[in-house]
């Protein structure tokens, strides 16, 4: 090595302590920045060419070699799947806490309460069946009780609507961060292509992949350039600089999420499943077993009131207005026989013409509220409606508790990856004073130099 070669050490020094204050400036200056993963310099001893003839060579200086994220790619792929799970769980907890709402069971004004007090109607009347007052009291009873059905199918409907206006809004998300994805992938191939590194961009590209994570459940493909291809439900949604936008698709009265050649996505979490199924089964299916305890009702009670007698010894009349399979849900058929809203004494209370005070008929609709006759003959109406209000508790508590659950997951795998990708100031501090002693050793060992180099030349 020459003594000008020693110049050369000395300034690679420099650049080296120099880039490694800067580095840990910028981690400094985004410790508190969503996101942002600590940087660090690597730096290697320069190694030139072998060349014969040189022996003795304490080497050449410094170089770096890359300017590095400190990532810990398994804890932030963990921590992504584990957020996308919770997405899933709280969506179906909030779908089982409006329907809940709606139900409002337990309490006065859910239906169970409106399906006693209807049953407890028909009892008072088996002993007072000529009483106008109690007869009065039945039939507003009643319509209070198909007004409260038909109420609450609605407000399930309307629960249904708006969750269905969520999906396709956070379907075009889903787009949106697709096209993000790709569009920050093209600009850390172009960055990669000028040999500049993208820590920033990959920065961004995670912050959006932990965004789709949430939405949907997504595999992550990661190339050499530093570019992502990105699977949601099985299908590509963004490849390079391309992304393939899903859509809703409706069939047989669902809505299925597809990709951009109309192929099914195959959901695992995410928020968007947790939507799918409170659009397709959760609110349907406890609108069906409410339309099941509707037509049963109404289907036994009108033959019981068809054999029964009123006060004008009329025979053969439905208490409500028959089912009809028109496509109309049974619960909003669910109303009074026009001839018990116009005259009271139309209400069957007897088994027999010509004994008014005869109650026999109303107590056996009376005690239809415990008799198995849902579920093919398993199951009472009231065992019914309690058995779904019981489901719908469970479920409930089972999807919050599932959410608590993956929260807890997931707050301890961001905490381990942010001990490992996140800014410490204290030992940015202790890197800044080292580089800061380096930078002068290295300053001092040029001047030493110089002081030799002019030494030399004024003996020469």
């Not at 969503?34 to 060579?57: C, H, K």
């Not at 920065?203 to 789709?212: N, S, Y």
């Not at 010894?313 to 207005?321: A, D, P, Q, Y």
């Amino acid at each position: 090595m020459t003594i000008f070669g020693s110049i050369e050490t000395g300034r690679s020094a420099l650049r080296a302590q120099m880039m490694g204050m800067a580095v840990s400036g910028q981690n400094v200056a985004n410790a508190n920045t969503p996101g942002y993963s600590r940087q660090r310099v690597e730096l290697a001893p320069a190694v030139p060419a072998l060349t014969t003839g040189l022996s003795l060579v304490p080497g050449y200086g410094v170089e770096i070699t890359a300017i590095t994220r400190v990532r810990s790619e398994f804890y932030h792929t963990q921590a992504m799947s584990s957020g996308s799970y919770l997405s899933y769980w709280e969506m179906r907890a909030e779908a089982f806490q409006g329907a809940e709402v709606i139900f409002m069971e337990p309490g006065e004004n859910g239906l169970s309460g409106y399906l006693n007090d209807f049953f407890d109607s028909w009892q008072e009347l088996s002993g007072s069946p000529e009483s106008a007052a109690v007869r009065m009291s039945l039939r507003e009873q009643a319509i209070s009780f198909t007004d409260a059905v038909q109420d609450t199918y609605l407000r399930l409907t309307d629960l249904q609507v708006g969750l269905k206006n969520e999906l396709a809004k956070r379907v075009q998300e889903v787009n949106q961060l697709a096209a993000e994805a790709a569009a920050i992938n093209e600009h850390i191939i172009f960055a990669g292509a000028l040999g500049e590194s993208p820590n920033a961009l990959l920065d961004q590209l995670d912050l959006v992949l932990e965004q789709l994570s949430g939405l949907v459940d997504i595999r992550v493909y990661r190339k050499n350039s530093g570019a992502v291809e990105i699977f949601a439900g099985g299908r590509l949604l963004v490849q390079d600089q391309q992304h393939y936008a899903l859509s809703l698709q409706a069939e047989g009265g669902q809505l299925n999420l597809v990709s951009s050649r109309g192929l099914p996505l195959e959901l695992r979490s995410g928020r968007l499943k947790g939507l799918l199924e409170a659009v397709n089964e959760i609110i349907p299916g406890l609108q069906e077993q409410l339309n099941e305890i509707v037509s049963c009702l109404v289907k036994e009670l009108n033959m019981l009131h068809c054999s029964g007698y009123g006060l004008d010894e009329e025979t053969g009349r439905n208490f409500f207005v028959e089912i009809d399979n028109n496509g109309v849900p049974p619960a909003l058929q669910f109303k009074l026989d026009e001839a018990v809203l116009d005259d009271i004494t139309a209400i069957a209370a007897s088994t027999a013409p010509g004994e008014p005070g005869n109650g026999k008929n109303a107590l056996q609709i009376a005690r239809l509220s415990s008799e198995n006759v849902l579920g093919g003959g398993s199951v009472s109406l009231m065992d019914g409606y309690r058995g779904l209000i019981s489901s719908l508790g469970v479920e409930g508590r089972e999807s919050r508790r599932m959410a608590e659950a993956f929260k807890e997951t997931t707050v301890q795998l961001q905490s381990r990856h942010q001990s490992v990708t996140g800014v410490n100031l204290d030992e940015e501090t202790l890197n800044m004073i080292q580089y800061g002693y380096a930078w002068q050793a290295a300053a001092s060992f040029i001047g030493y130099i110089d002081r030799m180099l002019e030494t030399l030349f004024r003996e020469l």
